[in-house]
């Protein structure tokens, strides 16, 4: 059974520092992960889309890679904003083409 | 291209009553899915709907139930409320073409949210 974690579960950090998110997932046989941003009492907006057989994607200051075979994806934040202070999901979506969600990151980041 | 749409935005309800939600995906997505979370499960899965038919489903009693119009929207009903059902229901929609590959690969996009009250 697929089981994705997300360390550490919440992170407080200046602005302008650069950051790292983690998710690990227990299940190497993937189609794909995906990183969401949730604010507070809103729905999800995707960041990013790795394939299977991607190692990362950029999108303005969000990078994020992966590694399937050790079960790992990192989401990086370069030059962090308070605009940025949100919670951070991960999915990833298995063989049952369900997506498999992390328990997210919360992230402050403080003016 | 407008969104993903979801109405209403908030629903209060009492135990044993049963609610509708509606989800309107983007322009040109065929797959609709839905999503619950709360602050103790997280975010779980629901079902996943496709041409008007149930295509995937999640490990939720039968009291939660949905379907997809011809059009690609849907609904999600849930019969018999209970306490725990209180949650933001997410309903995400993908393009998720013809093709073989494209459901492997497909991106979802959320809208913004149900959020039901029950007491």
């Known amino acids: 059974k697929q089981e994705v974690t997300q360390i550490p579960a919440a992170l407080s950090v200046p602005e302008g520092e650069n950051l790292v998110l983690n998710c690990s997932f227990t299940?190497?046989?993937?189609?794909?992960l995906q990183w969401f941003r949730q604010d507070p009492g809103k729905g999800l907006t995707s960041l990013l889309l790795?394939?299977?057989s991607q190692r990362e994607q950029t999108s303005g200051r969000l990078n994020a890679s992966l590694d399937k075979s050790s079960g790992r994806s990192t989401l990086y934040i370069a030059a962090s904003q308070p605009g940025d202070s949100a919670t951070y999901l991960c999915a990833v979506k298995g063989s049952n083409y369900q997506l498999i969600w992390g328990a997210g990151t919360k992230l402050i980041i403080k003016p | 291209k407008a969104g993903v749409t979801q109405t209403p935005r908030y629903l209060i309800k009492t135990r044993g009553q049963q609610v509708t939600l509606s989800c309107s995906p983007i322009s040109g997505h065929r797959s609709v899915s839905w999503y619950q979370q709360t602050p103790g499960q997280g975010l779980q899965f629901l079902f996943e709907y496709f041409s008007e038919t149930q295509r995937n489903k999640g490990n939720f009693p039968g009291r939660f139930s949905g379907r997809q119009f011809s059009n690609s929207r849907s609904e999600m009903n849930v019969s018999t409320l209970e306490l725990g059902d209180s949650a933001l229901y997410l309903c995400?929609?993908?393009?998720?073409?013809?093709?073989?590959?494209?459901?492997?690969?497909?991106?979802?996009?959320f809208g913004p949210g149900t959020r039901l009250t029950v007491l």
């Open positions: 299940d190497s046989a993937i189609y794909n």
């Open positions: 995400a929609s993908s393009l998720d073409g013809t093709s073989g590959g494209a459901r492997e690969g497909d991106e979802q996009f």
């Open positions: 790795i394939q299977s």
